[in-house]
């Protein structure tokens, strides 16, 4: 034996080679299994909680505050000096991008420079990531912008001019915008703590609800949204501002009604700055390896248009609409206006969400790339501080951006040193030199949102490619795309991640069906329609369904069974029945025959049988081969409708079962059973035994002796304790039993 | 080899045998697979499809018209006199309960009446069970009662009395109810079109959706609405009727804020009647066997309480609140009031459903009971056709009761001839002595609801059953019953099939996750933690997780996969790192060091390779026991950390995959590619292999050659060809191959 192994072990192919007796789950609950005692493990498990508390204390505050693991031993001569350059390059990202989406979220643009200020300083303390740029995001700011202006529209403060004539009146547009950082900066409180929340109550796996193409087709929309709320600013007229559902809709036709009264001047500033930053991007990505940092195009459009605008006068004698006042220095705190807490705290659920997928997904994807891990949670309770302690000081929800991330990375940035130098920038301009962005026109920074957009609608290309590899998926892209696009971004997320929820539901309660046949001295079981070679056994029939069994696919597995096994206990009963009938009117003469339950039978029966003969011709022409007599089957089968003694259920993918589904098991096999059809069940897994037991599955007619470990078991068991004595030429004949085990 | 087959065929212990060589999915798909053309199996479908065009026609109409079947052979001798005492017994059950629901659903009682003979005819002619008894149910009375009020509640009837004075103004109460009576009858046309529809397009399935412990948790919440809402009748006190979120709060509260004006002989009267009613129930239930029909108690109550009522002028004398006027005959057929479409066709979709779910279940309990089969579908449209055309006659919907279907069957109903004299009676008391009842009481009417009640409430007793078997089915069971109570029965059970589905994905979505091992010599593998017999191979790790993957557990099912086995590639990666950087140091002494690396790598190393250890070492003293030699195992795992050499997924539960789960695979699969740990899939379903091919798993490092078809398979393989050449003694080692297919 041990020569033999030797000479196994220097062969190139293993053997697969197994030779036991035919186990049952009884067999094995009484003889081949014994449950490991527990106590030892609790024991060990507790030892292991109370061992090293000092350590795990330590470590606490390490998880909570990262920068302590890494600033004691920060290589400065290695490190510092390419993070310095990071940090600047950043930094001048960050501050024309502050600006820009202070816009989209509908407070003055100070409040983006603080934004972009006081969470970065901060993340470098909280944060877990090292490479990713936290700070203003997109399609947060959209969000922030539509509770805004929901909560203050325009109309809620109209003034009337001083001497009441008949003009229309306008907008007192300080008071308004007030209200709206009031709105925004309470919206980012909310965020904040319910980012500190779930991230103290381990929710960090709510982002696995957001998948892949959910979160790319929510993207696009938002991109379209974000596009189609800049055109105003790109053409120069004056709209209202919509939020809500369809607000895109009315966006889009408020603009293209006043198309006429475009500013020519603000326009050409536009695209020129559009074309210049398209080139910019081209080159940057083109001469990727040859430039030392980033051509920093935002912050050139930013500078040059402003010297543009104020060397002509552009806001007073071209009508362009520029930034406007940007008071110098930081505002000291505040608490923020509570009495909003109702109304904005099912936004805020959304908006901290979504804030928090964008930074696990980009951390993650560069903690990969540079081989170390975050912390999901750790991460969420950083971005939750970030934005709770800086609404204090008037900042719009953060989060982290794609584009500025990559400005980071790609220009050496190791550490959030990197992110605190970015910070400092932005501090720099806010305490120093704010206000010579006065005369910076809104063009401009429409023109830096909208070429940021580029990348986002890349992302159409994603439906060719999801219709090749995943119908559901696309499904789920489109339905989140469309429904972010139609009912604004809130309630898109909402209604797609139901949507994607509901392809889950639909993937369980639709399962493929199959019967399975024996691929002959393998021990394998594969689809009989689909491959030659599988084989059944004559009066076996093996059912294979791959879904768990639970009270929305129950039904639809019983009924599958006895369609693809085509064997209906109702119909043999029936035809049982009408032959009992048939056979009572053939010996007596009676003038009143039981008519209408043998017109009932016939009817089924004459249908029924047939199609049952159908499969049982197949099933003898099949494996069982000559050994068969040529018998005329039709007669055969009209004799012995149910020649099928077995039918094996495969549960090798039944993971889960509930009540539903157990009782629609038991039902079936007494159903089976009365008319002599045994129901066994195979490859049933240890926890799912578990589970039936708890449902009280064993009870009555089923025993743990239905149940065996694999399908190759069950049919041994069935073939051999067979009613049906045929011999199965098709598979080797089973050798003496030699106790292995 | 014939010989010992016999002899083994003789034994009572079949044995399982299996010598082969190991498969990968390469050598499956090339040697021993070959899929079956599928175009003879089209065309025989065409032709199958094509061939008995006339006969299927018949069956269509057949099927359409269920009653064609039965009545042409239906055995008059046998069956009709039994039909008739059935008929005429459910027709004493079917009055009272017509005036009763009637109340209910918010309308004069003579419409009670109309429902309880239009639809039940017509369901003779298309309905397919032969035993259930249609008419009024009370669950559904109580919505179509709620969207009355909804639509027509009683202030907007307010008249202030001719004369001007400062009198609280009064309700029309005729004008009022006229309303309610057109909003019933539309809803019940929409509610009729709705199940057709459904019928028509083969939507019978939706009823999957209600789960028993989610009806049964509804149908009591139903039923303490209908309690609550007949308490007022009971005490004769005079309140609103609520209807919407937490109406049933709003009810208890107005009836117990008037109780001091209760009508002493309105409660002593309702009081009575329920006393009686629940000891005629007891004594049907008692002398079951012994009665020939049930005393009919409910028609008993209506006449003796009418009797009373007339005899003693309760009405005028004692203020007791009485059904009122009772026209005599039948109404013109007339259109429904198709204005009120938009306002009702959401509620319209809930009633329908319920109706429909109540009537399928009890239509399959009594055809499994008497064996034969319904049509859910042609059930849907025979339910739909009812609805629909006897709306055009001024009826409110209907479906079946269980109490009265019970009388139907244990009086002897064989078909729905029992229906039909039901229906007759009713007729006849409309058309000939309605007006009798007008003095009846309505207390009375209370007394009959709430006794029908009591059979609901019995269902409270699913908690405590419930507990023992399944958490997830009391938590439907029970936010089934919390929401419909709370938020109406509408609302309730859009929250409580959402809930339902929120259970399948949660199921999906936490998976329970082991590491397995081979129980020596069976080819079985199990839960190494759980059963002393499973033994692992060294260098291997098997690992089982019991769910599919896809967006919402794939991280899940890598952070699982990382801690069960304990080999983390990113700590490996690490502690190689740091290991390398530790010799470097050794081997110069420059001043600078690379310390940051060196300390990242070290905290996680130092953590995480001395869990590694344990586990190593666990296994080590595991199934190889004596063959390895006893060194120190911590030195020998700090120079050979990733001591597994191959990771073998067991996907025998994955039934689907998405393309996130495929990514998440992949990427775990290059991960441990890179630190030397091989990963191989085992056990993948032929369907799941095909979906793989379509998102296009099997591009670069994968390849089909790392698929396996059984665990046992993948584990042979990966122990042939391991990187580490210890022999597994626990293991028989595999005698020489012999090809056998």
Not at 595 to 618: L, M, P, W
């Amino acid at each position: 034996m041990e020569q033999e192994a030797a000479r196994e072990d220097a062969d190139s192919q293993p053997t697969y080679r197994i030779e036991r007796p035919v186990y049952s789950e009884a067999l094995i609950r009484s003889k081949l299994l014994s449950r490991k005692e527990n106590s030892i493990t609790l024991r060990e498990r507790l030892a292991n909680h109370f061992r090293c508390s000092s350590a795990r204390a330590r470590a606490a505050v390490l998880s909570f505050l990262p920068i302590l693991t890494w600033l004691p031993s920060y290589p400065v001569r290695r490190f510092l000096f390419s993070d310095v350059v990071s940090g600047l390059s950043t930094g001048v990202v960050q501050l024309p991008q502050g600006l820009a989406y202070a816009m989209l979220a509908a407070v003055p643009p100070v409040y983006g420079l603080y934004s972009s200020f006081y969470p970065v300083l901060l993340y470098t303390f909280f944060g877990t990531s090292r490479h990713i740029s936290v700070g203003t995001f997109a399609v947060m700011s959209l969000m922030i912008g539509g509770v805004a202006v929901r909560e203050a529209p325009d109309d809620m403060f109209n003034v009337l001019p001083a001497n009441a004539s008949n003009m229309s009146a306008t907008v007192d547009t300080e008071a308004r915008d007030a209200r709206r950082v009031q709105v925004a900066v309470m919206l980012t409180t909310l965020v904040g703590i319910i980012q500190i929340l779930f991230g103290v109550l381990r929710f960090g796996f709510v982002t696995i609800y957001l998948t892949e193409p959910l979160v790319r087709g929510f993207t696009t929309a938002a991109s379209l949204h974000v596009f189609v709320s800049q055109l105003k600013y790109l053409l120069g007229v004056k709209t209202q501002r919509f939020c809500g559902v369809l607000s895109i809709v009315y966006s889009l036709k408020a603009v293209l009604w006043n198309i006429t009264s475009t500013n020519v001047a603000t326009l050409i500033l536009g695209l020129v700055g559009i074309v210049f930053l398209y080139l910019v991007k081209y080159v940057n990505e083109r001469f990727k390896k040859k430039l030392p940092v980033p051509i920093p195009g935002e912050i050139i459009v930013v500078m040059v248009s402003t010297g543009v605008s104020y060397g002509l006068s552009l806001s007073d004698d071209y009508m362009v609409d520029v930034v406007g006042k940007i008071p110098t220095g930081l505002l000291p705190p505040a608490a923020p206006d509570f009495s909003l807490f109702p109304r904005l705290i099912t936004d805020s659920f959304t908006v901290a969400i979504v804030g928090f997928s964008m930074d696990i997904s980009l951390a993650k994807t560069f903690a990969l790339k540079h081989g170390y891990s975050v912390d999901g949670n750790q991460e969420l309770i950083a971005l939750g501080l970030c934005n709770f302690i800086s609404s204090f000081f008037q900042t719009f929800a953060i989060s982290c951006s794609m584009s500025r991330t990559l400005v980071q990375e790609s220009t050496g940035g190791k550490t959030q040193i990197a992110g605190l130098m970015a910070s400092l920038v932005v501090l720099l301009v806010v305490v120093a030199i704010g206000f010579v962005f006065q005369p910076l026109p809104q063009t401009a920074l429409a023109a830096i949102i909208m070429v940021n957009l580029l990348g986002m609608f890349k992302q159409f290309r994603d439906i060719p490619n999801l219709w090749r590899t995943s119908k559901i998926e696309l499904a789920i892209w489109l339905v989140a795309c469309a429904a972010s696009v139609l009912l604004g971004l809130d309630y898109g997320l909402l209604v797609a991640v139901l949507f994607a929820m509901l392809t889950v539901i639909y993937r369980t309660q639709s399962p493929k069906s199959s019967v399975l046949g024996h691929v002959p001295g393998t021990g394998l079981y594969y689809d009989v329609d689909e491959y030659e070679e599988a084989a059944e056994y004559e009066g076996i029939k093996i059912f294979h369904s791959n879904s768990s069994i639970y009270f929305a696919n129950s039904d639809l597995y019983v009924t599958s069974l006895k369609e693809k096994t085509g064997v209906n206990p109702e119909h043999i009963q029936a035809a049982r029945k009408a032959r009992k009938k048939q056979e009572a009117k053939a010996n007596d003469n009676h003038s009143s025959p039981p008519q209408i339950c043998v017109k009932y039978g016939k009817q089924e029966v004459t249908r029924e049988v047939s199609s049952d003969n159908h499969v049982a011709v197949q099933h003898i022409n099949g494996p069982v081969g000559d050994s068969c007599p040529d018998v005329d089957s039709e007669v055969v089968h009209l004799k012995t409708p149910n020649a099928v003694h077995s039918i094996v259920l495969d549960w090798t993918p039944v993971t889960f079962i509930d009540s539903v589904g157990a009782k629609a098991i038991k039902q079936v096999s007494k159903e089976y059973a009365a008319v002599g059809v045994r129901v066994v069940i195979a490859a049933c897994s240890r926890s799912l035994l578990a589970e039936l037991d708890t449902l009280q599955f064993f009870t009555g007619v089923m025993t743990p002796d239905v149940m065996f470990p694999t399908v190759h078991d069950a049919v041994l068991h069935c073939h051999h304790s067979g009613s049906c004595p045929v011999a199965v030429a098709a598979v080797a004949a089973p050798p003496p039993v030699e106790e292995l085990s």
